[in-house]
């Protein structure tokens, strides 16, 4: 229970205290559209940047500690997708849409903050590791599903172009490619850009907080209830559990194991709204899964953190 209080609950406050403030109208939605893009096309990307390009790559792209992680996710995504279709009878587009729900972990705005407040900011090189690869892999997993079943006899090349072309509009995807790239080359950046670098980073993660409560306050719980507490069950205890399994069969190392599990029993993450609203497919499935999920998490992110003691 104290960590409940004393880890969990502090992050989930910042989300409710901006869910209060837009349910009170002090904060319009459209201020609330501007704050979730300044942290997602800039701060964000900025955070991830300077984590990359500092990240000793060789140490902490362990090939175990992505397998375990990423093997859990695909896992996710085949259950959704094949459960949205075979057991809630979902046309093939909608099932592809759930399955990445379920493939989205909200690895960034909650599952960094809680492991920092949970094991301390040096344990966080695991997660770093696992989100370098989480939005192009996820996207990649997700558009190429969904254009191949929409495809209607376009070829292969051009299928993969449309792939591409949506991994390289992603600001995560663009910072990430950045970091890395400054990582491998060695590339000098004056400290005044490290300094501006830092300031603009540490606003990402308060702010998108804060900001998806706003968020969050629009979406209800609508639709298939079914669909979507298959969903949150799949995203929340299922892909955790497989990512555990794997983990100790792999034999990771304690701060390998913590932030892959952490990590993957995160709610699905606002991303996963954004690739049903780019679709226009089982949108409302994926906004009341993010909410839905989102307040479970407060839960079931304590339960993970029990059983890893």
Known sequence: MQALVDVILPVFLVVAFGYGVTWRGWMSEGTVDGLMSFTQNFAIPCLLFLAIAQLDLG?????????????????????????????????????????????????????????????????????????????????????????????????????????ALGMGRNALVIGIALGALVNLTGAPLPGTVWQALELIARAGLPAALFGLGGVLYRYRPEGDLRLIAYACVVSLLVHPAIVWGMGRGLALSEAQFRSAVVTAAMAPGVNAYVFANMYGRARRVAASAVLVGTVACAFSAWFWMAVLG
Do not use: K
Request: with cysteine.
């Open 59 to 163: 140490l902490e792209f362990d090939w175990r500690l992505l397998t375990s992680f990423y093997i859990g996710a695909v896992a996710g995504f085949a259950l959704g997708l094949l459960g949205a279709r075979f057991l809630f009878g979902r046309g093939w587009e909608d099932a592809i849409a759930v399955g990445f729900v379920c493939l989205f972990s909200n690895s960034l705005l909650l599952g960094l903050p809680i492991t920092e407040r949970a094991y301390g900011p040096d344990a966080l090189a695991a997660n770093f590791a696992i989100i370098a690869l989480h939005s192009p892999f996820c996207y990649m997993i997700g558009i190429t599903a969904m254009e191949a079943v929409r495809a209607q006899g376009r070829g292969v090349g051009a299928t993969l172009g449309r792939v």
